[in-house]
């Protein structure tokens, strides 16, 4: 695992696309409990280097009911993006992640990763890369029919401050949701 992660953190296969040098940002452990697919660091994550160091990532243990200490342990949790380098700003926020990072190294990192509870897939590009057919027509009805991916998966929305406006239309997120996405981490967790 070490040795994989090390040749990840060195990994330069995006270089040419990118308009700054390239920082693969990736943590795990051959026990990670749970593994949180994101999509691909912000600037404030390529620039400290911490995954999930922004508002997302404060939201995204709210959703869990965590606090750093935990999120941060990798024999709890492994935080591998779709793209493990900032791919840079576009016009409505950050540009799609880079598409050669998943198919190059998560499935080695995976088969690595033997303690493995659950995969949590945040947004549209884990969702469609990790549940290809089985996904809905978009990623709203995706995350309405959770249970349907259990136990193996669970597809969440993004917990970007760009997503208030999806979180106030989608009160059955909060509701129905949510209350089973942290019991089932916790369990794990606590395992």
Request: hydrophobic residues 35%; positive net charge; aromatic residues 10%.
């Amino acid at each position: 695992m070490h040795h994989t992660l090390a040749e990840i953190k060195s990994c330069t296969i995006c270089k040419a696309s990118l308009d700054h040098e390239p920082r693969p940002v990736v943590t795990a452990s051959r026990t990670s409990k749970i593994i949180i697919i994101g999509q691909a660091p912000g600037r404030k994550v390529h620039e400290s280097g911490i995954p999930w160091n922004d508002p997302s990532g404060e939201l995204l243990r709210i959703w869990m009911g965590i606090d750093k200490e935990v999120f941060y342990n990798t024999d709890k949790i492994a935080l591998i993006p779709m793209g493990f380098c900032y791919p840079g700003k576009g016009k409505s926020g950050d540009l799609p992640p880079q598409p050669e990072c998943a198919p190059r190294w998560h499935e080695e990192l995976f088969e690595q990763i033997t303690d493995k509870q659950l995969v949590v897939l945040i947004g549209q590009y884990s969702q469609r890369y990790y549940l290809g057919k089985r996904r809905q027509e978009n990623l709203t009805a995706t995350v309405r029919q959770f249970t349907d991916y259990l136990p193996e998966y669970f597809p969440l929305p993004h917990p970007s401050p760009r997503n208030r406006l999806w979180l106030r239309n989608n009160p059955w997120f909060d509701k129905d949701v949510l209350p089973v996405f942290r019991q089932l981490a916790q369990s794990f967790l606590s395992s």
